[in-house]
């Protein structure tokens, strides 16, 4: 039995903080702002009186095998990755990445057993992108135009500081409220300053997301080559959120729903360069019910700029990594995957959708 999995009612002393954090009640998947199968969700309150989400993981949720130390091992290089790029995002002063209040690790007595506990404890957000979706059913223009400006900046952020995400999707987008959304779960993150144990893997976030590259590139020969940086498939995961808050789906999903079972990934043998012209056509399509559906189902503001916004979706999931990203910064400024002229653009369709 796990540890983390039953901690309601205790008090956990911090390490940055004097004082403790009073564990209110486990959150469900649908409330976690974590969707970590390693981790359990919950919300605390400190001594202070200060709200918090607290993400709390031990070696029974790590997925090492069965030998008890390749698990502990698995568990402790966890922890120490992700509370040092943490630390790292924290003091770079990143305002639209959700960066830690405390953290702690002990061992408690558990059915007689003393375990190993890992925690840290982050500001509570309202709700995720994904909820919000759900209560509103189909957001406000504003409203999503605005989470994309902060997303893109959050990009913009990490990538300043030498760290990709890997895992941007609708439940990592954390809403504070109208005007502030942040991007969180920096446990899949890479950075060449801060080696983790994922590094080597072709995809690291969630699969069902993921970058075509990343989607098949198990099927290489090559399985750890990276066909591009992670910043590339970072861009890819934004294009795929904006993606989102038109339809309600990820792009990848709907383009995978436009191809045939036989070039599905589970079924393909013949590596990414061999796949690459099916999902351009399946992405081509997913594109053009994109443009069709648009202009007749947004606001005056952005029916206005509604091919701006298609060819900015476009650009970013490019299914070519080496192609992806805007032309002027790939061809001119030397940065191929800046997201700067993304900020800039959602900033104008923001506006323009308050006006």
């Known amino acids: 039995m796990s540890i983390a999995t039953a901690l309601e009612g205790l008090d956990l002393p911090g390490k940055k903080r004097p004082g ?5 009640e486990k959150l469900s998947h ?8 390693c981790s359990v969700g919950y919300r605390v309150q400190h001594s202070d009186g200060t709200l918090g989400f607290l993400k709390a993981s031990d070696i ?17 290089e966890l922890q120490t990755f992700e509370r040092a790029i943490l630390n790292h995002c924290q003091g770079s002063n990143m305002d639209r990445v959700v960066t830690p209040l405390d953290y702690g690790d002990d061992l408690r007595v558990y059915e007689s057993v003393r375990q190993p506990l890992f925690w840290i404890v982050f500001e509570l957000a309202k709700c995720d992108a994904r909820m919000q979706m759900n209560i509103n059913r189909r957001l406000d223009f504003s409203w999503s135009l605005t989470a994309l400006h902060n997303l893109s900046t959050a990009v913009s952020q990490l990538h300043g500081a030498s760290v990709s995400h890997n895992d941007i999707k609708p439940s990592n987008l954390l809403v504070f409220d109208d005007l502030l959304q942040k991007l ?20 690291i976030g969630d699969a069902r997301y993921a970058a075509p590259e990343t989607v098949y590139s198990d099927f290489e020969q090559e399985s750890s080559i990276v066909f591009a940086s992670r910043r590339a498939s970072d861009l ?26 036989v070039h ?7 590596g990414f360069q061999a796949i690459l012209p099916y999902w351009r056509q399946a992405f081509a399509d997913t594109l053009m019910s994109l443009r069709r559906e648009l ?7 952005l029916t206005n700029h509604s091919q701006r916004f298609v060819e900015a979706v476009k650009q970013l999931c490019e299914p070519d990594p080496s192609l992806r990203g805007h032309p002027l910064s790939r061809n001119v400024h030397g940065d191929p995957y ?11 369709l923001r506006k323009s959708s308050l006006n």
């Open 30 to 37: 649908s409330k976690q702002n974590s969707t970590e199968k």
């Open 236 to 261: 890819y995961l934004l294009g795929s959120m904006a993606f989102f808050f038109m339809t309600g789906t990820m792009l990848t999903p709907a383009v995978l729903s436009r191809m045939l079972e």
């Open 60 to 76: 029974d949720l790590m997925t090492s095998g069965d030998d008890m130390l390749a698990r502990l091992f698995a568990a402790t």
């Open 20 to 24: 403790a954090w009073r564990v209110l």
């Open 338 to 348: 800046s997201v700067e002229r993304y900020i800039a653009l959602f900033d104008l």
């Open 184 to 203: 969180g779960d920096l446990g899949s993150a890479t950075s060449p300053s801060y080696p983790a144990l994922h590094d080597g893997e072709g995809c």
């Open 295 to 301: 202009p007749a189902n947004a606001d005056g503001a």
């Open 264 to 270: 599905q990934p589970h079924k393909w043998g013949g």
